[in-house]
C-alpha cells in the first residue's frame, strides 16, 4: 500500500504565508484532499481536486501538486487556522483505497 | 443541510462489541459512498474503509478486516460500524465521512465522531 508524508510541525508568523506538504507516490497519479482538524473537533475538508475549495473555506487556503508531492499553502496566516492539518488521496494499487498522511501541526506564531 | 450524526460515546470491556450509528440527512444517501475513519488518542487519521451505499458492497483497508465490519439501513439513512472482540487498542474516535462524486478520497462532509473506550 501507499504511504504519505508530512512533516510533523510548521510553525509561521501571523499573517505571513506557509506552505505544507505531503509527498507520496500516489500523488503521481491522484490529487491530494486537505483537512484541518482543531482539538476536539471533526475534520474538516479545505481543499480537493486540483485546487478546490468547499463553501466556506476562506480563499487564503490554496492547493497545488508536482511530481510526488502536494502542497497546501496558507497565504497571510491567522490564528485561527492553528490546527492540525492531513492529506489524503487514493492508494496507487488501483483498488480503491485510500490513505491519510501523519499529520502536521501548525503552529501560529 | 447536510449532516451525518453519529451516536454518542461508548465505553466496553475488552471482548465485547460496539456498534456505532451514522445517520445520514440533507442528501440522497444511496448517492454517496461512506468512508470510516479512526483516530486513536493523540494520532492521526486513519482510514478504516468504505461502504457502496447502493450495493451494501464493503471494502476494509489492511489491518480492519475480521473484527471490523460495515452495514447500512437505508431505509433510516444509516450506516453502522460494528467491532467485535474489542481490544484495548481500539480505543479511539470513530468518524464516518461522505465521499464527495468525482474526487477520490474526499470526505466533504464528517460526523461529529463517535469516541469507544475499551477499558477493564
Known amino acids: 500500500s501507499s504511504e504519505l508524508t508530512q512533516d510533523p510541525a510548521v510553525s509561521v508568523a501571523l499573517g505571513q504565508t506557509v506552505r505544507i506538504t505531503c509527498q507520496g507516490d500516489?500523488?503521481?497519479?491522484?490529487?491530494a484532499s486537505w483537512y484541518q482538524q482543531k482539538p476536539g473537533q471533526a475534520p474538516v475538508l479545505v481543499i480537493y481536486?486540483?485546487?478546490n475549495r468547499p463553501s466556506g473555506i476562506p480563499d487564503r487556503f490554496s492547493g497545488s501538486s508536482s511530481g510526488n508531492t502536494a502542497s497546501l499553502t496558507i497565504t497571510g496566516a491567522q490564528a485561527e487556522d492553528e490546527a492540525d492539518y492531513y492529506c489524503n488521496s487514493r492508494d496507487s494499487s488501483g483498488n480503491r483505497l485510500v490513505v491519510f498522511g501523519g499529520g502536521t501541526k501548525l503552529t501560529v506564531l | 443541510q447536510v449532516q451525518l450524526v453519529q451516536s454518542g460515546s461508548e465505553l466496553k470491556k475488552p471482548g465485547a462489541s460496539v456498534k456505532v450509528s451514522c445517520k445520514a440527512s440533507?442528501?440522497?444517501?444511496?448517492?454517496?459512498?461512506m468512508n470510516w475513519v479512526r483516530q486513536a488518542p493523540g494520532q492521526g487519521l486513519e482510514w478504516m474503509g468504505w461502504?457502496?451505499?447502493?450495493?451494501?458492497?464493503?471494502t476494509y483497508a489492511q489491518g480492519f478486516t475480521g473484527r471490523f465490519v460495515f452495514s447500512l439501513d437505508t431505509s433510516v439513512s444509516t450506516a453502522y460500524l460494528q467491532i467485535s472482540s474489542l481490544k484495548a487498542e481500539d480505543t479511539a474516535v470513530y468518524y464516518c465521512?461522505?465521499?464527495?462524486?468525482?474526487?477520490?478520497?474526499?470526505?466533504?462532509?464528517w460526523g461529529q465522531g463517535t469516541l469507544v473506550t475499551v477499558s477493564s
Open positions: 440533507g442528501y440522497t444517501f444511496t448517492s454517496y459512498a
Open positions: 500516489s500523488l503521481r497519479s491522484y490529487y
Open positions: 465521512a461522505r465521499e464527495l462524486h468525482g474526487y477520490d478520497g474526499s470526505f466533504d462532509y
Open positions: 481536486g486540483k485546487n
Open positions: 461502504i457502496n451505499t447502493n450495493t451494501g458492497n464493503p
